[in-house]
């Protein structure tokens, strides 16, 4: 237990995607392909790390059926210690449905189904604390962003908090969020969360964040905006700000990659952003880390299929900036 360097904590999800030609407001369309996945960021995140050879843990619960079995399995077969996710009987496992569209669209609608059971007496303190990172994502519920806030409030100060609010908790707004935010070392967001979360865009919003208490805003920017970064114009796919520097992940040559599926793209760059800092790299190196775990997963189907290996991530890294991870 004592060599786990990353937790996860967050709903676990299997994911029922469908890929439409475009999202409807009203009317009728075709589903041209549909699929079932293991999901829920956090769970997303770490399963990308354990695949690139990080020794992971997860804590959730998940219900007493088939889909609770597979999401348990697929943790189990690159090696997530699971021996803190709780089984609870009697209900079904949360499961997402997600449209997704040619243009890279996405509509998700949750069912929360036992993640609505957690609580803090199942979360286990000690297997928590003992770990260098805490990686952390929504619950549907209120009840259990209350149990979030609880489980803040007794978090060691020498494990770290890595934040991925996601839109159901940006929405919260800065000052319910600041508990967590006070508390948080590295946070996740992406244009629109930031936007949500500070009503501000996406530089002023990541220094709104610092304000927080944060210590470091990670924006992804999906295939790119534009931003003024003092006298420098840029074409950026990620931001990253800290107290004293800031900058900008500009796109590389492998985003000629055909895009596949944009679904948990946000969650492969925290696993690669998070991989970087364990391993001592700098914040501009672990932003260009998090965009290629980010291309690779574009390139299937579901959340964690297209999850590189550390050879493959690192035969990239090497290929597009001629470093040795």
């Known amino acids: 237990m004592s060599n786990i360097e990353v937790v996860g904590l967050g709903a676990l999800n299997i994911d029922h995607l469908y890929k439409v030609e475009r999202i409807l ?11 079932s996945f293991p999901g829920g960021s956090a769970a997303n995140t770490i399963y990308g790390l354990a695949k690139l050879g990080v020794n992971t843990g997860y804590t959730g619960v998940v219900g007493g059926d088939a889909e609770g079995k597979i999401l348990l399995q697929d943790f189990k077969k690159v090696g997530v210690d699971t021996s803190q996710i709780r089984v609870k009987h009697g209900v079904r496992t949360g499961s997402v449905l997600c449209l997704s569209d040619r243009l890279g669209r996405r509509s998700l609608y949750v069912i929360p189904g036992a993640n609505s059971l957690l609580t803090i007496g199942d979360l286990d303190l000690t297997y928590i604390n003992q770990a260098k990172w805490l990686h952390l994502s929504s619950f549907a519920d209120d009840r259990q962003f209350k149990v979030l806030l609880e489980l803040i409030d007794r978090l060691d100060s020498s494990a770290k908090l890595s934040f991925a609010p996601g839109v159901l908790h940006a929405i919260k707004k800065l000052a319910i969020l600041s508990p967590i935010l006070n508390r948080t070392h590295l946070l996740f967001v992406n244009q629109r969360e930031i936007r949500h979360l500070t009503g501000e865009d996406v530089i002023a919003g990541a220094e709104s964040c610092l304000k927080q208490g944060c210590r470091m805003v990670v924006v992804t920017l999906g ?25 900008a992940i500009e796109p590389s040559s492998q985003d000629i990659v055909s895009e596949v599926d944009t679904t948990g793209a946000g969650d492969a760059f925290a ?11 700098g914040l501009y190196e672990c932003g260009c880390l998090g965009d290629i775990m980010a291309r ?6 579901g959340t964690r299929e297209g999850s590189p290996t550390l050879v493959e991530l690192s035969q990239r890294y090497h290929e597009l900036y001629n470093k040795e991870l």
Do not use: H
Not at 25 to 35: L, T
Not at 231 to 247: K, L, P, Q
Not at 271 to 281: I, N, Q, V
């Open 296 to 301: 690779f997963s574009l390139t299937k189907l």
């Open 271 to 281: 696993a690669g952003f998070l991989y970087g800092l364990l391993k001592g790299k």
């Open 223 to 247: 295939k790119g905006i534009t931003l003024e970064l003092g006298r420098r114009t840029v074409t950026a796919v990620c931001y990253i700000r800290d107290a004293e520097n800031e900058y």
């Open 25 to 35: 407001d009203d009317g009728e369309a075709v589903i041209n392909e549909a699929k």
